[in-house]
């Protein structure tokens, strides 16, 4: 992962960062490809640094799946030991919580 920027606003610090993968393997059929479909930015909670909440704006990647029969035409890189598939908070984060502490009212999925 490469760092960009680190900057503290209104008591929280927020991370820029972009991950630098070249090769993705499909999550699916485990093919290996270097085909980027786009990009996105994900917004994540990480745990708090003192009182301080911690967010990390995270740029990551969709790839194409290199094996034109995958039923998964793209899919989004994951960073080990940070992200989580189609959660909003990092991995430290939810190790952080009690078990089966899903928050009810909570958005996204
Ligand atoms: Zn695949």
Redesign the pocket.
């Known amino acids: 992962m490469e760092f960009e920027r680190v900057e503290e606003s209104n008591g929280s610090v927020r991370i820029t960062a972009c991950t630098g993968t070249e090769l993705a393997v499909?999550?699916?059929?485990?093919?290996p490809?270097t085909r980027v479909h786009d990009r996105n930015q994900r917004r994540l909670r990480d745990v708090s640094c003192g009182r301080r909440p911690i967010q990390v704006e995270l740029e990551v990647r969709r790839f194409v799946?290199?094996?034109g029969s995958?039923?998964?035409?793209t899919?989004a890189e994951q960073v080990n030991g940070l992200t989580i598939k189609h959660q909003r908070h990092t991995v430290r984060l939810r190790a952080r919580r009690p078990a089966g502490g899903r928050r009810a009212g909570r958005r996204g999925f």
């Open positions: 499909c999550p699916q059929c485990a093919t490809t799946c290199g094996d995958c039923p998964v035409a899919f």
